[in-house]
């Protein structure tokens, strides 16, 4: 059974850094395309960042040298360094791992608020 379980979300003022972590297991991560999305109150989630099996990486323009997204294979576990963060950077912020188009899980989601 697969699980991705994200950790590191918090409060943090404007300006501030946090880093989340999404650790899987129950599938061969090595082999996974790891993403993060968020979701802001009553809207979709979007795509924020991802890093594929090679390394390499993707972000949305919204994030692009602010966030960066990477990757342990070694301990099946992807990563999201958020630096200057600002308000608009609120939501919840959730882990996706995909093979390919038909496979893909989800983690269970973690809080992230910006606000002096």
């Known amino acids: 059974q697969v699980h991705l379980v994200e950790s590191g979300g918090g409060l943090v003022q404007p300006g501030g850094s946090l880093r989340l972590s999404c650790a899987a297991s129950g599938l061969t991560f090595s082999l996974y395309a790891m993403s993060w999305y968020r979701q802001f109150p009553a809207k979709e989630r979007d795509l924020v960042a991802t890093?594929?099996?090679?390394?390499?990486?993707n972000y949305a323009d919204s994030v692009k040298g602010r966030f960066t997204i990477s990757r342990d294979n070694t301990k099946n576990t992807v990563y999201l360094h958020m630096n200057s963060l600002k308000p608009e950077d609120t939501a919840v912020y959730y882990c996706?791992?995909?093979?390919?188009?038909?496979?893909?899980?989800w983690g269970q989601g973690t809080q992230v608020a910006v606000s002096s």
């Open positions: 996706k791992a995909n093979l390919g188009r038909s496979v893909s899980y």
């Open positions: 890093i594929i099996s090679s390394g390499g990486t």
